[in-house]
Nanobody, 121 residues
Framework: QLQASGGGLVLPGGSLRLSCVAS????????MGWFRQAPGKERQFVSA????????YYADSVKGRFTISRVNAERTTYLQMENLKPEDTARYYC????????????????WGQGTQVTVSS
């Protein structure tokens, strides 16, 4: 089970940090990912991190602005979002894949409930 939090309303150019807590400790081969879905649009990949070695991957649209990380002792994955833009407005979901640093939604087996991020002036 995954629990996401940290969303909110922020001005363009602002920052937010999303958190995703896993009920159990992920294995080193697991991958934690963040996806987002804006109203009327398909869910899209944002970022992912392999739990063990910590290698990461980002969508081009967030590269250089978002940073994914994890803290093993806290069973928590973070998504630090900087220089937010109105087009970042979406519901953000964390998800767990059992293997493979994937950008594909169907590769993720466990999903959190999502947290809303709204970027607006």
């Amino acid at each position: 089970q995954l629990q996401a939090s940290g969303g909110g309303l922020v001005l363009p150019g602002g920052s937010l940090r999303l958190s995703c807590v896993a009920s159990g400790r992920p294995y080193s081969s697991h991958v934690m990912g963040w996806f987002r879905q804006a109203p009327g649009k398909e869910r899209q990949f944002v970022s992912a991190i392999r739990w063990g070695v910590g290698n990461t991957y980002y969508a081009d649209s967030v590269k250089g602005r978002f940073t994914i990380s994890r803290v093993n002792a806290e069973r928590t994955t973070y998504l630090q979002m900087e220089n937010l833009k109105p087009e970042d407005t979406a519901r953000y979901y964390c998800a767990l894949a059992y293997r493979g640093l994937s950008t594909i939604e169907n590769d993720y087996a466990v999903w959190g409930q999502g947290t809303q991020v709204t970027v607006s002036s």
